[in-house]
């Protein structure tokens, strides 16, 4: 019998073509969007890893310190929803918006690096937040077209534990070179990483 062909790469939903039966490339798309799920996490918990040195650096108190990553979730909330309609519209290649999301998030993580004071630390911070709900929003359902019913816990229990090895990563690492270096040099090099590995969200 025929293999299906990957209607993936015009955006379109799978389960409409071929419902209940996986997708060619089901496991790589797994494990791809797994590990960027993994870097998303770690970047997000890179300021709790690094609090007190921003506090320090910037002359803060604890409330505003606790503003850029209320900025941040403020944004995630507003921008899930439009993310969430263009998904559902299936207007655009997904991977595209995937691979845009990725970067997106990972520059401006670096770039909070760079932040000299609280409203630039906000503004930067929560820019972040667009790039994170455009990927929160995508992916799952990108999983959920390559398997069928029967196996999309498995796929999502795998997908959904890079939540906390991801959170306890980038905290670990924001931790141990924000006291080696300083905490913008934590922000820059755990940002690094997701630009590169945006390509892969192509490739899938």
């Not at 015009?10 to 797994?30: D, H």
């Not at 992916?139 to 196996?151: C, H, K, L, S, V």
Request: charge should be positive; glycine fraction near 8%.
């Amino acid at each position: 019998m025929t293999k299906p062909k990957n209607y993936l790469s015009m955006g379109m939903k799978l389960s409409n073509k071929f419902p209940n039966t996986r997708q060619l490339g089901a496991k790589y798309a797994l494990y791809v969007l797994s590990s960027i799920n993994l870097l998303n996490f770690a970047d997000r918990y890179v300021p709790s890893a690094v609090k007190q040195l921003i506090i320090d650096d910037l002359k803060l108190t604890d409330f505003q310190s606790s503003l850029p990553n209320t900025g941040m979730i403020v944004v995630y909330m507003i921008c899930a929803i439009i993310f969430g309609l263009l998904n559902d519209k299936e207007i655009y290649d997904r991977r595209v918006i995937l691979w845009l999301a990725i970067i997106f998030w990972s520059i401006f993580t670096a770039l909070a690096g760079l932040a000299t004071n609280l409203t630039s630390l906000i503004l930067l911070r929560s820019l972040v937040g667009v790039g994170e709900a455009a990927y929160g929003t995508i992916a799952p359902p990108m999983i959920g077209d390559y398997y069928p019913f029967e196996e999309r816990n498995t796929a999502y229990g795998i997908y959904f534990l890079a939540i906390p090895i991801g959170g306890a990563l980038g905290y670990a690492i924001g931790a141990v070179i924000g006291s080696a270096f300083s905490w913008r040099i934590a922000f820059i090099v755990c940002g690094g990483p997701g630009i590169i590995a945006a390509i892969t969200a192509l490739t899938i």
